[in-house]
């Protein structure tokens, strides 16, 4: 496989996607019998889903202060180990709308599966190799290059097919490191790591607190260089919703615009409400893991096309490793899952 070295990525929040145009346009193609319908007697209804986290904290956020209601919207949230298995859900009419990374969404923009993203709601670049001290695993000690060089030979686990995925072959491939890659579901890595089926593993940041509790003292990480990789999460919708009349999309945007305002003004009552959702819901974390998460995440409005130009990439790779073909244009099939040329937005 041809491997390509990634561009520094800005760690600049990539958030709420130019919905405006989109959703004005839906209203215009729309049609009805010229009346204005306004708010209706009856709430409209859509499914949403997420993997509960400091990820995408607009949906504790919406859902804890009505914004959604206002909007004369009621969201029923339905908890997801990741977002492939969200988007996989929103495929099959199980939800409305799903929170994801760009990884899963690039996929579906090579498969022409019908999606779009209307939102982006925070972007984060600290990502982690979590292994066994005893395995021979080392930590950085401020040079990343230490600890990925121990990674030489070792079983180190990752979900196939995700970001995490595309992660790790980069890391490994851009260092000349040999190892032998495991396949572990996304909520096996505490328990493979434990019984010694690998030695490391790349998860999504949302398993660390519980794989560090349960390691104990053989825990060790490895940062993952941010100039490789800076996740981005988006809330995605089918194309369905989008043509089928502006009301419950623009409800569902203007909450998350909401929210996203609300976590801007108030960080810290807003983080309060996610510590209440994640640990009053049974999670295993705590209020520090939570206020640690948290901090690493930039949850900032603005649009930067790196995130365009880093979906590129993993298409590319999607491509060599045969699970894809975009045609002779990658980069309007992701501009179409976009539903912008992020290269012209600002």
Not at 107 to 124: E, I, K, P, W
Not at 265 to 292: C, F, H, N
Request: glycine letters at 12%.
């Amino acid at each position: 496989m041809t491997t390509t070295a990634l561009p520094r990525v800005s760690r600049t929040a990539v958030a709420l996607l130019a919905t405006a145009s989109l959703l004005l346009s839906t209203s215009a193609c729309s049609g009805g019998d010229g009346h204005g319908t306004g708010a209706s007697d009856a709430a409209m209804s859509l499914k949403l889903g997420w993997s509960e986290g400091w990820t995408a904290p607009q949906v504790a956020v919406a859902a804890e202060e009505g914004m959604w209601g206002d909007h004369d919207l009621d969201v029923t949230t339905t908890p997801f180990d990741s977002g492939r298995a969200a988007l996989e859900a929103l495929l099959g009419g199980g939800v409305d709308a799903a929170v994801l990374t760009e990884f899963p969404l690039v996929a579906a923009a090579l498969r022409d599966q019908g999606v779009t993203a209307v939102a982006n709601l925070s972007s984060y670049d600290s990502y982690r190799i979590i292994g066994s001290k005893k395995a021979g695993v080392r930590d950085d000690a401020g040079d990343a290059d230490v600890g990925i060089a121990s990674l030489y030979g070792k079983r180190v686990g990752v979900t196939l097919g995700t970001n995490m995925n595309f992660i790790l072959d980069e890391l490994l491939e851009s260092n000349d490191i040999e190892a032998e890659i495991v396949n572990i579901g996304p909520t096996d890595f505490a328990t493979a790591l434990q019984k010694g089926d690998i030695d490391a593993g790349l998860m999504f940041d949302t398993f660390y607190a519980p794989t560090k509790k349960a390691l104990g003292d053989d825990y060790v990480d490895i940062a993952v260089p941010p100039e490789l990789y800076t996740g981005t999460m988006l809330l995605v919708v089918k194309n369905d919703l989008v043509e089928g009349g502006p009301d419950r999309l623009r409800a569902l945007v203007d909450g998350v615009h909401d929210a996203t305002g609300f976590i801007g003004g108030e960080p810290d009552a807003a983080r309060e409400i996610l510590t209440k959702r994640l640990v009053g819901g049974g999670a295993t974390v705590d209020e520090e893991t939570v206020r640690e998460r948290w901090d690493e995440y930039d949850y900032t409005p603005g649009l930067d096309d790196s995130v365009r130009e880093l979906m590129v990439r993993e298409a590319e790779w999607i491509i060599d490793e045969g699970n894809g073909d975009a045609g002779p244009d990658i980069g309007t099939k992701i501009d179409g899952v976009l539903g912008i040329d992020a290269a012209d937005t600002v």
